[in-house]
Each structure stands twice: as C-alpha cells, then as structure tokens.
C-alpha cells in the first residue's frame, strides 16, 4: 500500500503553480446552512485478528448484490469477505506473482455484482475474480514494447459496455480496457484544471453513468462522461489529497487520506458535513485512511490503514 505521507509537501508546491478555470466550482469554506446537521459516529472498529491474520494495512473496499463486504487487507496481500453483519468469513490471494496471487493490493470494484476486479500494483495487473472467489483472468498493466506506457494501477470502474477504466497515478491518467481486456485508449494527461489530472486514485460512476475521478493530486473531483469527455470538476481546496468518495444518494463522502478526514458534499460542491481526524465514538485518531464505503444499512466504513483497522461508522441526521 502507498505510503503518502512524502507527498504532503510536494502536492503544496504543485499547487502553486496550478491555474484555475472559470468554470470551477470551488469549495473554499465550509458551509452548514442545513435543515438538518449531518454527524458521523463511530459505531464499531474491525481490527486485530481477521480469519488466518492479523489485519494490516487495510485499503479498498467493495460490496456485492448480496450485501457481503470485500476488503483489502494490503498488509497481508489479500482479499476478506465479511457478511452483512460484518463477520469474516473467506478469504483469498496471498503474496506471490502467481495468477490469484497478489502484490500490494489497493483498490477493488464489482463489474456486474458476481465479478469483482482488484488493482494488484506490485504485480502491475489488475485481477479479476468471480462470485465464488475464484481467480479468473487479469488484465497486464505493463507492456513490454513500451515499459513507460503504464505506471501502478489504482482506482477502477467498468462502464456500461464492460470497459475497464483504471487509474494510472504514475502517468496522471486513465487506461480505458476494452470488454475482451485489450488496451483502447487514455483519458487525460497531466495537469492541475479541466480534464488533466495529477495522482488520479478511486472512480466511481453516478446515477447518470458518468465517472467521477478523485484527482488527489490536485486537490478535486473531476467528472468525464461515458465516453470520456470531461464535463464539470469541483475543487476540495481545503483538502490535501482527496483519495477516495462514496455516493449518497444527492450527496457525495470524501476521504482526504493526507488530511485524515471525512467530508461530505452535495452534487454543487457545497460543504455538508466534516468529520475527523478524531470522529466521535472513538479515540483514536484516524492516519493515512485509504477507502469508504457506504452499505445499504446506511453505515459508512472507512478502512484507516495507518492503524490497521476498519471504523464502522453511523450517520445521524440531527432533528430531520
């Protein structure tokens, strides 16, 4: 898993020399005109021994059509399957270069809620799997004509037409794979505004079926259509590295795995909510958190790999 603590300081100076657009929607204070507060308290926390180990360094997360959660628990190079309830009950991979095997795992997605795909970075792969948890196929992120062509995979999402659309952090872009694992074409290139990127990691797709990247680097959200054109960004200026978001409903959770915070925002970028580095209901203060994911019981897990844990989180509405 990518330690991000050197970044701080090199993303601050980045920033200094990045342009703005005028079509930006920018964050710059927070806003609580509510009808109602919005509160994240911390229910539950998953840690120590997690089926055959203990748990480390945990990263992405993922839910099926069933409501079984997927972690990846990076430290260990491997993939733990929990219940609705939250119960461990399988687990898969282990460290190695054999196919099914992993290298720093990070993220992980659902194709169609029976297949789910995991960026194996040190392997420079994306793996695929099916329900059963059975290894399937991958997909190469390294060619050997051109080793410069891709960096380390990250954030992933699959389009309507079964495309595979992977983050590429090293090359500050998007590698679209076709439905049959060929390579197609990128998405971006470095930059700071519009539809450049810089240190691109989690994507998730809206109701409308447009991708929404986390451009940590640049400290904002940027959204492409389905055909990859880019169409709107929003700026997290008090973020240092937004990493990952969750969609709710009309509201979008962001996790800034440098600033060790949660924040939560409508689809116009205004500030809803923030909570963090310490949320209520526990002590301890998040460090270098890396995924979130909100289940169908309304609760939102947070995966704080620095300290080897999973928070389980619940989100009250105050007098709504």
């Not at 330690?3 to 609580?32: H, T």
């Not at 392997?123 to 891709?150: A, G, I, M, T």
């Not at 952090?169 to 679209?176: C, E, G, P, S, T």
């Not at 259509?225 to 509201?251: M, Q, T």
């Amino acid at each position: 898993m990518r330690i991000r603590s050197f970044i701080f300081a090199a993303i601050l100076l980045l920033n200094l020399f990045s342009c703005g657009q005028p079509n930006k929607e920018v964050i710059s204070q927070p806003s609580f005109a509510l009808p109602y507060p919005i509160v994240l308290v911390v229910d539950d926390v998953i840690s120590g021994r997690v089926l055959n180990d203990l748990l480390s360094n945990p990263a992405g997360l993922a839910v099926d059509f069933e409501g079984r959660i997927y972690v990846v628990d990076a430290g260990n190079s491997r993939i733990v399957r929990l219940t609705s309830d939250l119960i461990p009950d399988r687990e898969i991979g282990g460290h190695g270069v054999d196919a099914g095997l992993l290298d720093r795992p990070s993220f992980l997605t659902f194709d169609n809620g029976l297949n789910f795909m995991v960026s194996d970075e040190g392997n420079r792969r994306v793996s695929r799997y099916n329900s059963q948890l059975n290894f399937v196929d991958y997909l190469s992120f390294y060619d050997d004509e051109d080793p410069q062509k891709f960096g380390y995979p990250s954030g992933l999402a699959f389009s309507d037409y079964g495309e595979v659309w992977i983050a590429d952090r090293d090359q500050n872009r998007i590698a679209v794979f076709s439905n049959v694992g060929k390579f197609d074409r990128f998405i971006g290139d470095f930059g700071y505004a519009g539809g450049q990127l810089a240190d691109p990691e989690k994507i998730v797709r809206n109701a409308d079926g447009d991708f929404i990247v986390c451009d940590a680097g640049s400290s904002r959200l940027v959204n492409y259509d389905r055909y990859g054109n880019f169409s709107k960004e929003i700026e997290l200026e008090d973020l240092v590295y937004p990493s990952a978001l969750e969609l709710d409903d009309d509201k979008l959770w962001v996790l800034d795995g440098v600033g060790n915070q949660v924040v939560c925002i409508d689809e116009e970028g205004n500030w809803l909510a923030e909570a963090g580095p310490t949320i209520p209901g526990n002590n301890t203060s998040m460090k270098e958190p890396s995924d979130l994911l909100l289940l169908p019981s309304g609760r939102l897990l947070i995966t704080d790999s620095g300290n080897n844990r999973i928070l389980v989180c619940r989100i009250v509405y105050e007098n709504k």
